[in-house]
């Protein structure tokens, strides 16, 4: 149909719809006797509704022998939920408001039907009544039948939780239908960014004024902006610069908290269709004022990016997690699931000006920024220039339009307890790139806050607009400051203690924060885990990170590092990030309350050796750039047929899983020897090179006769934890049922232990559960909070399920515990130094209570085998550097 045909279809549409009644949806089973017509078609779950209906069957039927349904099951089978039953027991959901009955001198019926509340509230954020929604959001027939004729009539109605509820095939049907019909000759377009864990687009829209727009940004202002921020700052202030786009980003992690997807999709197609957008704001004074925003201008200024897809299982599943069980809004630092991957590396190629995620659900209308502490990393008083009267803008915004009357800024209204010390919120993690990172918090699941969400978003767009410069000239100068190794003292007064008192940045020896390099070496001499720092170097990478490599030995401190070491100067724009997941990280144990994990620190976490080196210009020659990661491959060029592979690596226990699922031979070392410890593999060297590009172990060749038992492959039963699981399956174990596993892990304490089976116990809740069990004798453990954390120095002792760790390591923790006896016969694993430096960082009142305490024990006694870690192994699967501890005792178990 040409576009003119199509305007007169759509004007002569218009004209019908004015004289015809306010009855919008007419369904008929036979167009010569019956018809339904009805007032609405739209249900709400979070809104009671009335519906006005008519019908003619063709005769007056006798109105008692009229059966009404709805959903094929009559009005009296609806129930609405019943909390204290947990079941749709309660009263009627479906009801007359005004009984069936003929219009006086006609055939025509007319009834009112009241939809009430579902689940007898208009807020469907509790968790017990998220869970239950999505199991009636369907297009459902409302139908009359005369039970003597046989005759019926019907309408289809569609039951939604709010009226701008969108599924996940509706997002993508909207997005395409917006990028089928530009309007006003704006550039939308639609990507997938990725597939989710379950295979699903990732959803992803960007709105522009024009292509060239986007492209001018990738293409110049932005590596402008990274590689010499000084001189864009003058041109915009000097006036050389004036016609040039930055990007908005909006975004939802948790699609249970469904406003933030819907909202977002209601502020693209504002953007998209409408020239101007008028609401009301609460200005300064506290009166309302109407506000304006041209849409043509503001896409002069700005690239709006819409990411309604970060977590596409969840939004189909209705979960906050995503399909691997993971909350993915405590892994944007880590990048341990594929989401986040996807996403954070679009944020460093994006570098928004500003990021606005939007959740739910906080009673107050919460609007950060944050409590502290706050990361040291971040540039706190360029950010805080900006965020602050951001915030202000958006509730304002937000309550102005809508039924809420207040928000809160924990930045100015919480005492702690809402930090952003950590980098695992997208938020959090944008802010590393220079954004103004806010996470919006909604009262409600349903209309209202979704309109809030909208309110707060438009808010958002116009205080860029209006202060556009400023905020754009103060990223530019964070970046500046990485660049030139600026630290600035006007950061420090934002970093403060629980008393409120100004402690800094926690400067060195050479009174600086940031060293000037990282060097991470991969000779033997220097690095214990070569894999991990491949590792490293990827992500840094993609995180928008510079790297560089020696192009020969560079000496620094008696320290020579070879060829081929890497390199992280932190003189660049990115250097917060970098020195974030780099750095030791920060001991804030005297705050009283923290929200989350506060440690990031990739080389104790994942296990690999970086060197902090504070000297300017130290590797300013004599390296090259790196710009993307060359594949490891394992040596198999040894003419033995037998290969020694010390358990240094994840990848050793994944290459292990694989020949045993395969059926080949894998024998473990059971004494060390010369060359090779109790504990190490031999694998055949024709069967481990069909995987040596899928997995880099360390080889040498066997020489002599080594003491040696076959290893079966293990069957293993998962309790507890998604990140337990996925680090098992990561592995590449065999997870099975307890009846068919020759090993039980349990990280939860769920599972009591008997005999003739194998038991490792992980983490403390699963320590003190073993100890209510009073199966192991003389076992006893203490918790300060499940919630505190540490990095611990700790002693390993000698002992095949600590093969691969050396004798002093610094592991992490995450539950508070440790073992303050163990049995007399039972063998202690790990053990927390008695050094005065046993505590690197983290949060952890109390701390001084695990010093010189038992970690990890392993004890066999009357049929019982169990192994047992007062620390945890699989943190949200960050804690790489502890899988091999894990792993060791499946093996060890699995083999006696």
């Not at 992803?204 to 727009?213: C, P, S, V």
């Not at 769920?750 to 199966?775: C, D, H, N």
């Amino acid at each position: 149909m040409n576009q003119k045909k199509w305007s007169l279809l759509l004007a002569f549409t218009l004209v019908v719809s004015l004289i015809l009644p306010n009855f919008v949806s007419t369904a008929t089973a036979d167009a010569t006797k019956t018809s339904m017509t009805v007032s609405q078609s739209l249900l709400s779950m979070t809104e009671a509704r009335d519906v006005e209906v008519e019908v003619e069957l063709g005769y007056k039927a006798n109105l008692k022998h009229l059966t009404w349904t709805f959903g094929g099951k009559t009005f009296d089978e609806w129930k609405k939920w019943n909390s204290k039953a947990g079941d749709f027991t309660g009263d009627p959901y479906i009801t007359f408001k005004e009984e069936p009955h003929y219009v006086k001198g006609t055939k025509k019926i007319k009834a009112t039907v009241r939809f009430d509340l579902l689940f007898n509230t208009t807020d469907l954020s509790p968790r017990s009544i998220r869970t239950k929604y999505p199991q009636f959001l369907n297009n459902y027939e409302l139908a009359v039948t005369d039970v003597k004729k046989q005759e019926k009539a019907s309408a289809s109605l569609k039951l939604n939780v709010y009226d701008s509820y969108r599924t996940y095939d509706e997002i993508k049907k909207e997005m395409d239908e917006l990028v089928a019909n530009p309007s006003k000759g704006r550039y939308i377009e639609y990507q997938s960014l990725g597939q989710s864990v379950q295979g699903r687009d990732m959803h992803f829209a960007i709105l522009a004024k024009d292509k060239e727009a986007i492209e001018r940004y990738q293409k110049d202002i932005l590596p402008k902006a990274l590689e010499n921020p000084a001189q864009l700052q003058k041109d915009i202030k000097s006036g050389t610069l004036t016609d040039y786009q930055i990007p908005i980003w909006f975004n939802n992690i948790h699609p249970d908290e469904a406003p933030g997807v819907d909202a977002m999709m209601d502020i693209l197609k504002q953007f998209a269709t409408e020239d101007e957008i008028t609401y009301k704001a609460t200005n300064k004074e506290g009166k309302e004022e109407e506000v304006s925003i041209n849409v043509e201008e503001a896409l002069d200024q700005f690239i709006f990016i819409f990411n309604p897809g970060h977590n596409a299982d969840g939004r189909v599943n209705n979960t906050r997690q995503n399909a691997n069980g993971f909350d993915l809004n405590r892994d944007n630092g880590y990048q341990t699931q594929k989401e986040s991957v996807i996403v954070t590396e679009e944020i460093a190629k994006w570098t928004p000006l500003s990021f606005v995620d939007l959740h739910g659900f906080v009673k107050d209308f919460l609007i950060e920024p944050c409590t502290p502490p706050h990361n040291p990393n971040f540039e706190y008083d360029l950010l805080m220039d900006g965020m602050i009267e951001h915030a202000h803008a958006m509730g304002n915004a937000g309550i102005a339009n809508t039924t809420y009357d207040s928000y809160k800024i924990p930045l100015e209204d919480y005492e702690n307890g809402w930090d952003d010390a950590t980098t695992a919120y997208t938020a959090m993690y944008a802010m590393f790139h220079g954004a103004m990172g806010h996470t919006v918090e909604i009262p409600d699941l349903n209309e209202e806050s979704n309109k809030a969400l909208v309110y707060a978003s438009l808010g958002a767009i116009k205080y860029s607009l209006d202060n556009k410069e400023r905020l754009y000239t103060n990223q530019l100068e964070i970046f500046k400051r990485g660049i030139e190794g600026t630290e600035s003292k006007e950061v420090d007064k934002w970093l403060v203690n629980q008393k409120g008192d100004v402690v800094g940045r926690d400067y060195s020896e050479s009174g600086q924060f940031f060293p000037d390099y990282y060097a991470l070496p991969i000779d033997q001499s220097l690095q214990k885990n070569k894999l991990e720092v491949y590792n490293m170097i990827d992500y840094l990478i993609r995180n928008g990170v510079k790297v560089e490599e020696t192009t020969k030995p560079v000496k620094i401190d008696d320290v020579t590092y070879p060829k081929g070491t890497f390199i992280v100067p932190l003189h660049q724009a990115k250097r917060g990030l970098a020195n974030a997941v780099l750095s030791d990280g920060e001991n804030v144990s005297d705050w009283d309350a923290m929200y989350d994990s506060v440690i990031t620190n990739f080389p104790d976490l994942r296990g690999f050796d970086r060197y902090a080196i504070y000297e300017k210009g130290a590797f300013a020659s004599d390296v090259k750039d790196v710009n993307d990661v060359k594949q490891l491959v394992t040596n198999t060029k040894f003419q033995q047929a037998d290969l020694i592979v010390p358990n240094t690596n994840n990848d050793v226990i994944r290459v292990v899983n694989q020949l045993l699922k395969d059926g080949k031979p894998v024998q473990v070392i059971t004494e060390s020897g010369d060359g090779y410890n109790k504990g190490d593999f031999i694998l055949k060297r024709i069967y481990l090179s069909h995987y040596k590009k899928d997995f880099f172990v360390e080889t040498k060749p066997k020489k002599g006769k080594v003491p040696t038992v076959a290893l079966k492959k293990p069957i293993v039963s998962a309790n507890g934890s998604a990140a337990l699981k996925y680090a098992l399956k990561d592995l590449g174990f065999e997870l099975g049922e307890a009846k068919d596993s020759v090993v039980i892990v349990d990280d939860q304490g769920r599972v009591k232990p008997e005999k003739g089976k194998a038991y490792i116990y992980a983490g403390g809740s699963a320590a003190q559960f073993l100890t209510s069990q009073e199966v192991v004798p003389n076992l006893k453990a203490e918790t300060t909070d499940y919630y505190h954390e540490g990095i611990l120095k700790v002693n390993v002792k000698p002992h095949p399920l600590t093969n691969g760790y050396k004798s002093t390591e610094w592991l992490y923790t995450g539950s508070g515990t440790w073992f303050t006896s163990v049995p007399q016969n039972g063998e202690v694993l790990l053990q927390v130094s008695d050094d005065a430096d046993f505590y690197k960082a983290g949060w952890w009142p109390g701390q001084e209570a695990v010093k010189g305490k038992d970690l990890a024990f392993t004890w066999s006694e009357n049929d019982y085998r169990i192994t047992a870690f007062a620390n945890d192994l699989t943190f949200r699967a960050h804690s790489q550097q502890s899988y091999r501890l894990l792993a060791n005792a499946i093996f060890e178990h699995s083999v006696k």
